[in-house]
Nanobody, 118 residues
Framework: QVQLQESGPGLVKPSQTLSLTCTVS??????????WSWIRQPPGKGLEWMGA???????YYNPSLKSHTSISRDTSKNQFSLQLSSVTPEDTAVYYC??????????WGQGTQVTVSS
């Protein structure tokens, strides 16, 4: 069973870059047909898909966030990462990493709270 664990700072100042890492165990991030996503949930709002990196290294982004979002991976560490630049308080959210492979595989990390505040 795939397990995911988010890590990173819980507090980021406005205009800085938010960096999070998802460490994967129980499976390889290069396993065929898996997509590794970042998803967030601001307080009082629904889930927002931010982007994904595929098993082959291809990346996909939410158009509304693409200009300041970057997702990368380190296959040697079996990790993938999120960088969100020029953050504002509106980027305050619980950030989740997710793994999915159609039709049935869908795994989530426990989530990590990130607050953007000076």
């Amino acid at each position: 069973q795939v397990q995911l664990q988010e890590s990173g700072p819980g507090l980021v100042k406005p205009s800085q870059t938010l960096s999070l890492t998802c460490t994967v165990s129980g499976g390889s991030i290069t396993t065929s047909d898996y997509y590794w996503s970042w998803i967030r949930q601001p307080p009082g709002k629904g889930l927002e898909w931010m982007g994904a990196i595929a098993y082959d290294g291809s990346t996909y982004y939410n158009p509304s966030l693409k200009s300041h979002t970057s997702i990368s991976r380190d296959t040697s560490k079996n990790q993938f990462s999120l960088q969100l630049s020029s953050v504002t308080p509106e980027d305050t959210a619980v950030y989740y990493c997710n793994a999915d492979r159609l039709p049935l595989d869908d795994y989530w990390g426990q989530g990590t709270q990130v607050t953007v505040s000076s």
